[in-house]
């Protein structure tokens, strides 16, 4: 045999590992396996696993199932699993068994060598780091504690810094008044605070969506081991567990309702991709309207310039393009087609048990990531720092003629048209049309057709 192996045994038999790594047959099967993206689970999800696996033994070992001193070995194992290398000792790849039973053994080998490293204690990945467990309800434990503390920890405060910035964006720009825009064809005025405002209603109201799917994922499989029935748990390992690690992450955990049902299915999963989903979609509207509002500098919108951060163009000298909204509408389209994914995988819950826990596992944790990321960016290099074209918004304001919607009151919607079929057609402004053919006066007019007092909605003349 090579001294860059070692023999490995598991209850197939034995099988060749790396000499240097750290677990042992059924991940070194695995990696064999499935040769698949190449690609390992994501390091939020394998902290959650070591986590999980370290107030399981706290557990086990207050509950008199685990001796002090495995339980102690296993507990400073998990907590020595932080240096630049952790990705190296987990390499099983997404696209594998549907329970997620290898990324499971692979933690308990790791930990298990771990433990039983120098203190001639011998310990069981199966037995000792995996007691009162089974792959069946830890991952899906794992994949509802992975979530929400990514949730809790960088995608609610990367929502909550992207309102922060619209809403001071908002107040920066009140006094701008602007051509609202339906249909992408000119409307009512509005002010830009008003357009702003709206990002950051929407970016609002999905923070509380996401904020609403928490204590469902704080619900946790865990205590259920393989189907729900909690055989080979004991009862109160549950409830215990849940405890250890509420206290591990600041963060109230408890067992499911139903711990079936959480084995079973991905409801909590599908229910947060779906509101990831539509922040993907607000996110996409903002992005476009950036990318809308910044055409130009000639033949577009034009009303606003984002900041240049980049030449725009390898043939196109001084071109520079709106490259943090394209990146956000690109996260969107991601995050929208991993919902997708996510739903469908979600309906693959047979009988007792959900067979596509590590896709759900990967694909949620990139959108939550995305998202956060998407939305940083866009607060700092987006939003903060765009200018206004005050010039261009005055000058096609002034010369919109559908302001003439403030004179329906006032003439009826006939011959309001009629005025703005005029004024379209000579590019004149409304008022001066207005003025020839209606009994009205300058002053009356310049009162009716005041861009900001229509932005303010209401009555006219009120």
């Keep these: 045999m090579s001294d860059k192996f070692r023999t490995e045994k598991d209850s197939l038999g034995e099988i060749q590992v790396p000499q240097a790594a750290l677990y042992g047959a059924q991940t070194q099967r ?67 068994t549907g329970s997620g039973t290898s990324s499971n053994m ?6 298990a060598h771990l433990a039983g490293k120098g203190n001639g204690l011998a ?24 979530a929400l503390l990514a949730v809790r920890d960088k995608l609610l405060p990367a929502l909550r810094h992207l309102h922060t910035r619209l809403c001071d964006k908002a107040e920066e720009v009140q006094s701008v008044v602007k051509t609202g825009r339906t249909h992408l064809m000119d409307a009512v005025p509005m002010t830009m605070a008003q357009e702003v405002g709206a990002w950051a209603a929407q970016v609002e109201d999905c923070r509380e969506r996401i904020r609403g799917t928490m204590p469902r994922l704080a619900q946790l499989a865990q205590g259920g081991t393989a189907i729900g ?52 979609v607000a996110m996409m509207k903002i992005a476009n309207d950036l990318r809308w509002m910044n055409s130009g500098p000639l033949a577009g919108v034009t009303e606003i310039a984002l900041k240049a951060l980049q030449p725009g163009s390898s043939i196109m000298p001084g071109k520079v393009n709106p490259v943090i909204a394209e990146s956000a509408a690109m996260v969107a389209a991601r995050v929208m087609g991993n919902d997708t ?33 998407a939305s940083l960016l866009l607060a700092d290099r987006a939003i903060a720092g765009f200018t206004i074209n005050r010039a261009h918004i005055e000058e096609t304001l002034g010369r919109n003629p559908i302001l003439v919607t403030a004179l329906n009151p006032v003439i009826g919607y006939l011959e309001a048209a009629e005025i703005a079929k005029a004024a379209y057609s000579s590019g004149r402004p409304v008022l001066d049309v207005a003025l020839e053919m209606t009994d009205l006066d300058r002053k009356t007019l310049e009162d009716l057709l005041d861009p900001a007092h229509l932005a303010k909605g209401g009555l006219v003349g009120e």
Excluded: W
Excluded at 124 to 145: E, G, K, L
């Design 30 to 96: 695995a990696v064999e396996n499935f040769p698949v993206s190449g690609k390992g689970l994501p390091t939020e999800f394998i902290q959650a696993v070591v986590l999980i696996k370290k107030s399981a033994a706290e557990a086990n070992r207050d509950l008199g199932l685990l001796d002090k001193a495995r339980a102690a070995a296993i507990i400073a194992a998990c907590d020595s699993l932080g240096d630049p290398e952790f990705a190296a000792h987990f390499p099983v790849d997404i696209y594998q």
């Design 106 to 111: 692979n933690v308990n080998e790791v930990l």
């Design 123 to 146: 310990i069981s990945p199966n037995d000792h780091v995996n007691m009162s467990q089974s792959s069946n309800d830890v991952i899906p434990t794992a994949i509802h504690v992975s």
């Design 229 to 280: 029935t909690g055989l080979n748990a004991h009862p109160d390992f549950s409830e215990l567990f849940a405890q250890k690690l509420s206290a591990h992450t600041s963060q109230q955990f408890r067992p499911a309702d139903n711990l079936f049902a959480a084995i079973s299915s991905q409801d909590t999963s599908v229910e947060l991709s779906g509101q990831l989903k539509v922040l993907a």
């Design 341 to 373: 994914t996510i739903t469908v995988a979600g309906q693959s819950g047979n009988f007792q048990l959900n067979v596509m826990l590590p896709l759900v596992a990967s694909t949620l944790l990139e959108s939550i990531h995305l998202l956060a990321n």
